[in-house]
């Protein structure tokens, strides 16, 4: 049993203890769905399916471990999205003291998800290995171990009952739907939940029930990866519109700005659960102003034949908690120094931390360093995932450093004579606003933070300067710490939702079924841009692997159970040249929910490609689309049954 519906049917059990297969089944709803579809002047139903794909990181998985008798030490290398996490997972397995394991998550070549799974089966037995031999010990995984062995995604078939008027309004949805679990939960449900909790996008749904079932096959177990269900979400509730569009003879455009939730209307409750154990609410948005943007920068038709165009709204849960934290410290010389616990596997953490820093401190952010996922660096988090990089370690980098810059102020306040509300920090300096000539370098304010009030290479000399009379009372006054330094951490209230809007012209050759993509943009909203060139590129990446998802990619199970293209010889995957330039703008609508304003932007590329592609493929064609990945042999059967 290889497919949803196998595992489904249940003419077999994957587990002899699991009744019909059956992991985990949750139904929620808002409103009265039955009655409201009952009373629609319009009902359709419609029949869709996302098969399972994989991740395919340039870099595979790998693991090493080395264990000192003498210090009593565990010290793991691992390409881990959550090394906090593994430390305390081995600490508990071999019976040591946190503080006797340190993981460090070096940085790698992608992760996307999969790789934050607690725990693959080596990264127990490799660090057991090294205890017992008494020598380091390393795995790296080939890209074969990694098809078959390594967490897949996307597995979904969806059955969809929609209630609409004559105006193309939504009255009520109805979603029931099967979730490909593999065969075993290690991750839990937490993919089903994201997708039933993001079925209604951007759009105002008054009566939603969402019915799902976690199902186990004999396939390679799910887990999150890059969109962790919500490309599903967005293909069900946008082909759904597509649909209501030609059901009515509508714009598909027109029918969009009938649904959307209107900018005066956040804090919107959509009435479902949330992975974090909320309900859904978005904070903030303008919708609208997405569609518009987008449909703007399309642009007119192309001219030529066998053309479609195809376009998503979309929503997306990002910076979800339950904390992170950041240490922050400047040192004699005036640099600074970073760390916190998430990882960087590509993502440009450390550059957008970074700036954060700089911004708190008056710094050129050139002269901030910062060290992640790192467990001798910083002992506490919980990982890269769920776009939640700047949104929690970011902010909790904002708060560290804003620690450390309320108490350059009070230390300068002494030396300068002045009231700490009358300071700023600029330039590496904190000095009196309005007198830029009064003012106290931050390396010599990091001198007088310690009582010895020492540093090598000259940095006492030109602390000392400064100090014009005795201090009255000890040293280190009661409450006080040495050390321009701090510690802060940011446990976000609830999760920020980022939102954009894709587009694209694209053209099928109805001949060889190829997919040539003639224009592509999108117009993203993840709050307050921190740094515009890695947005960018985080979206570029995100459209990249979704078309690769929606046209290229495709795990192949034979009726054994067996996967046949475990090598990039036979798993298609887009090269540059099947990714079209992508033209990108922004609208920036802050979120109220942290102090930075921010929300996540990892997924946001990836999430509406598919249903983007599924909208001009079948304008291009003529052919329902109701599935994905696609291909040119997929194409063709389609059209055949026409």
Not at 418 to 437: H, I, M, N, T
Not at 508 to 525: G, I, N, R, S
Request: aromatic share 8%; proline share 7%; charged share 20%.
């Amino acid at each position: 049993m290889i497919t949803p519906e196998a595992g489904a049917a249940a003419t077999h059990l994957v587990h002899d203890d699991v009744p019909g297969n059956v992991a985990a089944e949750m139904i929620q709803e808002k409103g009265d769905v039955q009655a409201a579809l009952a009373a629609a002047p319009h009902r359709k139903k419609l029949h869709l399916r996302f098969e399972r794909g994989a991740a395919s990181p340039i870099e595979a998985r790998a693991i090493w471990a080395r264990w000192s008798e003498a210090e009593h030490r565990l010290t793991v290398y691992d390409s881990t999205q959550s090394p906090t996490s593994i430390r305390g997972g081995l600490a508990v397995r071999f019976g040591l003291p946190e503080s006797d394991v340190d993981v460090i998550a070096p940085d790698v070549g992608g992760g996307f998800g999969p790789k934050i799974m607690l725990f693959y089966p080596d990264e127990l037995l490799v660090p057991f290995a090294a205890m017992r031999l008494g020598r380091p010990v390393k795995w790296t995984e080939d890209r074969q171990e990694h098809f078959t062995a390594v967490n897949h995604e996307r597995g979904q078939v969806h059955e969809v009952e929609v209630g609409f008027n004559n105006d193309g309004h939504v009255l009520a949805l109805d979603d029931d739907f099967v979730h490909d679990a593999g065969a075993y939960t290690p991750y839990g449900i937490v993919l089903p939940i994201i997708t039933a909790g993001q079925v209604c996008g951007p759009y105002r749904v008054p009566n939603y029930r969402v019915r799902f079932r976690d199902v186990y096959t004999n396939a390679t177990p799910t887990s999150p990866y890059r969109g962790a269900g919500r490309p599903h979400a967005c293909f069900v509730m946008e082909r759904t519109l597509d649909a209501i569009a030609a059901e009515l003879k509508l714009d598909r455009l027109e029918v969009r700005r009938r649904n959307l939730i209107q900018p005066d209307e956040f804090p919107y409750e959509v009435g479902v659960a949330w992975q974090d154990g909320n309900q859904v609410v978005y904070d903030s948005g303008n919708y609208p102003a997405l569609l518009e943007r987008a449909v703007e920068m399309l642009g007119p038709r192309p001219e030529g034949d066998h053309i479609g165009m195809g376009l998503a709204v979309y929503v997306e849960g990002t910076g979800v908690g339950p904390y992170e934290g950041a240490h922050v410290q400047v040192l004699v010389s005036g640099k600074v120094v970073a760390a916190t616990g998430i990882p960087n596997q590509g993502q440009s953490h450390a550059t957008v931390w970074a700036q954060i820093v700089a911004d708190q401190l008056g710094v050129d952010v050139a002269d901030v360093e910062v060290t992640s996922g790192d467990t001798r660096k910083f002992r506490w988090g919980v990982g890269t995932f769920a776009s939640r990089g700047a949104v929690t370690a970011g902010n909790a980098m904002a708060v560290a450093a804003g620690i450390v810059a309320e108490k350059a102020k009070h230390i300068a306040a002494d030396l300068l004579e002045a009231d700490p509300a009358d300071l700023e920090l600029v330039d590496g300096q904190v000095r009196v606003k309005g007198s830029p000539d009064r003012g106290v370098p931050l390396a010599a304010v990091a001198v007088h933070s310690n009582p010895m009030r020492y540093a090598f290479g000259g940095g006492t000399e030109a602390a000392t300067q400064f100090t014009s009379k005795p201090r009255l009372g000890p040293p280190l006054p009661e409450g006080e710490q040495p050390g321009l330094e701090a510690t802060g951490y940011y446990s976000p209230p609830g999760s920020t939702w980022a939102s954009g809007c894709h587009a694209a012209y694209v053209r099928v050759d109805p001949k060889t079924f190829q997919l040539e993509v003639l224009k592509y943009v999108v117009v993203h909203d993840c709050g307050r841009v921190i740094n515009p060139m890695v947005l960018e590129g985080q979206i570029e990446g995100g459209v990249a692997q979704g078309i690769g998802g929606a046209f290229y990619e495709r795990l192949a199970y034979d009726a054994e159970g067996q996967l046949r293209n475990a090598s990039f010889m036979e798993f298609l995957m887009p090269y540059a040249t099947e990714i079209p330039p992508i033209e990108i703008d922004h609208i920036e609508t802050p979120s109220p929910l942290n102090p930075l304003g921010v929300k996540g932007a990892g997924e946001a590329g990836v999430i509406p490609v598919g249903a983007v592609l599924a909208s001009a493929i079948e304008e291009s064609l003529g052919v329902p689309i109701t599935e994905m990945p696609l291909s040119p042999l997929k194409l063709y059967e389609l059209s055949r049954s026409r």
